[in-house]
């Protein structure tokens, strides 16, 4: 039952995008078509898990053993940019078309809050490993879910007629608001 809430929660409730307006860079600039959202999505999932994994692993047998735990920001990032080259590397020679759609927020990832944020949240609320990997996937799922949404308001509304002044980036922002308002709805489920 435990696992249950602490996916609905990281989901739906605490999504990272949301709900902790983190990531909401690649949020904003990778859902204009759900093809584009979707590999984001699932770029942002594998970077997330890996990094949680290996950051909790750091975390626990290197920086806190030898009372380096200051560094935690440092180490992490630079766990989270070698993880992100590798993506990188993968996608470049694998799946060349998603990597030019991508474009310049693939290697944003680096910087991307919503994944050092779920690496810091997790050492926060001293979670075992297992959660630890329970909560990035949900996290990343719940970060997967707001950007497929978005994506698909985005494309209806490439055949809506919208005033000029409020196409593009004003329509994408006032639509961030809304769907954050929307699941603050989910406020209240779990206590």
Known sequence: ???????????????????????????????????VAFGMG??????????????????MYVLIPFH???????VFILVIAALVQFVEMFL????????????IFLPLITT???VLGVAILVQRKEYDLVTSML??????TGFLLALILMAGIRERFEVTRIP???????????????MSLAFMAFKGMIA
């Open 1 to 35: 039952m435990e696992t249950f809430l602490l996916f609905i929660s990281a989901i739906f409730v605490n999504n990272i995008v949301l709900a902790q307006y983190l990531g909401n860079c690649p949020y904003l600039g990778c859902s204009k078509e759900k093809g």
């Open 42 to 59: 699932a770029a942002v999932i594998f970077v997330t898990i890996m990094a949680t994994l290996f950051t909790y692993l750091i975390q």
């Open 68 to 74: 380096l735990a200051y560094l935690q920001t440092i």
């Open 92 to 103: 470049k020679k694998m799946v060349p078309p998603l990597y030019k759609s991508l474009g």
């Open 112 to 114: 991307n809050c919503a």
């Open 135 to 140: 909560y990035a996937v949900a996290a990343a």
């Open 164 to 178: 000029r002044s409020m196409r593009g980036v004003p329509s994408g922002l006032i639509m961030a608001g809304l």
